[in-house]
């Protein structure tokens, strides 16, 4: 049996695109539940986490779940 071209025999089958965006969708859902706990927020602050712009720049992405559509997933 050969693979398809620029594919190795143990590389593993490529994933449904709709598979990653649902992934994706939970991750970073969970991870804005998350953000609700003081506890996790606390955490965030002693690492210092905040002063990373690139943390940052992640939280402004995530400002899309303000967004009706997205913030009825909310709990």
Sequence with gaps: MSSPPGQSPTSPAPVDPKTLNRARFELELEFV?????????????????FEQPAFINYLKYL????????????Q
């Design 63 to 74: 400002l899309y779940w303000k967004e009706k559509d997205y913030a009825r997933f909310l």
């Design 33 to 49: 539940q998350a953000l609700a706990n003081p506890y996790y927020l606390h955490s965030l602050a002693q690492q210092n986490i």
